[in-house]
């Protein structure tokens, strides 16, 4: 079992920066796949970014490439998203999710945090 919180969510101004991070209960954090979704209103979740277990691979959604930085820290049982240059496209709220399998892959997660809000206003 995995227990995933989210946190650093807020209000930002367009262009402006965010540091997301989720913490995990739990002994297999460092065997995991992690990865962050988003769901903004009125839309379906959507893949944000995913990372290896040992962090030697990633993978990131197009619309976020160059802009958003995913990392981890097994000894803190702790997973990081970075956002820059945040538009109001961005506004949603961003969940973290473990997951067993390739990185590569969207449908592997199990475990779900709650979620933080992201808003950012033009």
């Known amino acids: 079992q995995v227990q995933l919180v989210e946190s650093g969510g807020g209000s930002v101004q367009a262009g402006g920066s965010l540091r997301l991070s989720c913490t995990a209960s739990g002994r297999t954090f460092g065997t995991r796949v992690m990865g962050w979704f988003r769901q903004a209103p009125g839309k379906e979740r959507e893949f944000v970014a995913a990372?290896?277990?040992?962090?030697?691979?990633?993978n990131y959604a197009d619309s976020i490439k160059g802009r958003f930085t995913i990392s981890r820290d097994n000894a803190k049982n702790t997973l990081y998203l970075q956002l820059n240059s945040l538009t109001p496209e961005d506004t949603a709220v961003y969940y973290c999710?473990?997951?067993?399998?390739?990185?590569?892959?969207?449908?592997?997660?199990?475990?779900w945090g709650q979620g933080t809000q992201v808003v950012v206003s033009s």
């Open positions: 999710a473990a997951g067993s399998g390739p990185y590569w892959r969207t449908d592997i997660y199990n475990y």
């Open positions: 990372i290896s277990w040992s962090s030697d691979s990633t």
